[in-house]
């Protein structure tokens, strides 16, 4: 693809990406495998797969990239990414969660391992060369963090670039004890492209105008943007000594009053810790002018939710909803193409945008 976009890595000088990204349907198509395929993405809870011998099976961002994923755990308690879709003639395999000792696809009886190794299959005798490597399900590169998921459908996608910093910086956490709670999770469908919502996200600029619930707990002045390969990190300040983080001396933050840190990975996960707990938000494309936004909700502290920075997330939603919704308006506008950038307060949308065109421009 010729490039189409270019963003000056000088901020002061620098120009929005132009609207044609979010308007040009051919550009939403090679997002797809240019930008999603390429990077991690988010399956959720090792709960998923409790037990040796659980299977679930699941699709990697259902409406856009739409590819059929199985999770399994072994006997030796070991967890797997698989293509869900049988070597054989290609029909999906598991088609709900189960518990099995191996897979076998209902279509012809072939069996796989639950490391996705295959294993027989009927009145193949007279086949020559056979089994070889490509019977067996593909396997994906699978991270564990904590009790969290992650897989990529790219075989070369560097986990450490996407993780390493967020990883290292709450290394103190107790993970384990980070428990799911459904009931307090919640999904939202937003009127607008998918990356408007991820731009709006990566920048507390807005704070003081949008949010003014948020704006009487966050120490705007004191709010940062830390940059990194393929994350990064807003770190939001309390002006109080109330709901912070008790930080221990190993954090660099330690003596800092955090009210919440706010880790975006390219390019659509979002990783809000706060003092109760944390909001992982997904941000799935639907169309090229809809989008879907899942929050997981985990506490860690059950005494401490929905206060500080953390609190009232759905009226905090609703009031981005609304102002993502209107730029969604104004892009298509004849007489809006590109903006600049403020030096201060926008340097994670313009991280965010020399990311996407290194991706398109790959």
Same mark, same amino acid.
């Given at each position: 693809m010729q490039k189409r976009f270019q963003i000056d890595p000088d901020i002061s000088v620098a120009r929005t990406l132009n609207t044609e990204f979010y308007t040009d349907p051919y550009l939403f198509e090679e997002s797809k495998e240019k930008i999603f395929s390429k990077s991690w993405q988010y399956i959720g809870g090792d709960s998923l797969? &409790?037990?040796? @011998? &659980?299977?679930?099976?699941? *699709?990697?961002?259902? %409406?856009?990239? %739409? !590819?059929?994923?199985?999770? *399994?755990?072994?006997?030796?308690? #070991? $967890?797997?990414?698989?293509?869900?879709?049988?070597?054989?003639? =290609?029909?999906?395999?598991? @088609?709900?969660?189960c518990h099995s000792v191996n897979l076998r696809c209902r279509y012809h009886g072939r069996q796989f391992r639950l490391d996705g190794s295959f294993l027989s299959m009927p009145e193949f005798k007279e086949v020559k060369n056979f089994p070889g490597k490509e019977d067996d399900l593909t396997r994906l590169p699978l991270h564990v963090w904590g009790p969290w998921l992650f897989t990529s459908l790219d075989f070369k996608a560097d986990k450490k670039q996407y993780f390493q910093k967020m990883e290292e910086r709450l290394s103190w956490l107790p993970l384990d004890k980070f428990i799911y709670k459904p009931g307090l999770s919640s999904e939202y469908i937003v009127k607008a492209h998918w990356a408007l919502y991820c731009e709006n996200y990566l920048e507390g600029f807005h $704070?003081?105008?949008?949010?003014? =619930?948020?704006?009487?707990? $966050?120490?705007? @002045?004191?709010? *940062?943007t830390e940059i990194f390969k393929s994350s990064n990190l807003q770190l939001g300040l309390a002006k109080s000594d109330e709901q912070i983080f008790d930080l221990p001396v190993s954090s660099p933050d330690h003596g800092k009053k955090v009210a919440a840190y706010y880790f975006f990975v390219y390019p659509n996960m979002m990783f809000n810790f706060y003092p109760w707990g944390l909001s992982i938000n997904l941000v799935q494309p639907l169309s090229i002018e809809k989008t879907k936004v899942s929050f997981y909700t985990y506490v860690w502290k059950e005494e401490l939710f929905n206060k500080g920075a953390g609190s009232q997330l759905d *009226?905090? !939603?609703?009031?981005?909803?609304?102002?993502?919704?209107?730029? #969604?308006? =104004? $892009?298509? &506008?004849?007489?809006?193409?590109?903006?600049?950038?403020?030096?201060s307060r926008e340097q994670g949308i313009h991280h965010f945008h020399q990311l996407v065109c290194e991706s398109l421009n790959a």
């Open positions: 797969v &409790s037990d040796p @011998g &659980s299977c679930y099976p699941f *699709t990697l961002l259902e %409406n856009y990239l %739409n !590819e059929p994923l199985l999770l *399994t755990r072994d006997a030796n308690q #070991q $967890i797997f990414c698989l293509s869900n879709v049988c070597t054989h003639r =290609g029909t999906t395999l598991v @088609g709900e969660a $704070i003081p105008f949008v949010h003014a =619930g948020l704006n009487a707990v $966050i120490d705007f @002045g004191n709010y *940062t *009226t905090v !939603e609703m009031e981005d909803e609304e102002v993502v919704e209107a730029v #969604q308006k =104004g $892009i298509r &506008s004849r007489f809006y193409h590109q903006g600049r950038y403020s030096v």
